[in-house]
């Protein structure tokens, strides 16, 4: 996470990262601990259409447009 550079992304601290997020950027964790392990679940919510997660391709008529990132 950090400052967005076109549709690259690049990293910083993450307290850096959260202050420049858009405040429609919604994020939920959750941690579970079970016997064995425990595991962290992380998801993101409301990402704007431009930047942040998502990229510009070229459709097949050659017309550029936004799509979620892979």
Request: proline residues 6%.
């Amino acid at each position: 996470m950090g400052a967005a550079t076109g549709a690259e992304v690049a990293l910083t601290d993450s307290l850096t990262a959260l202050a420049t997020m858009p405040r429609q950027i919604k994020v939920s964790v959750r941690m579970e601990y079970f016997s064995g392990g425990s595991s962290i679940d992380v998801r993101v919510y409301n990402l704007p259409e431009r930047g942040w997660g998502y990229v510009q391709e070229t459709d097949r008529w050659g017309e550029p447009r936004w799509v979620p990132g892979r």
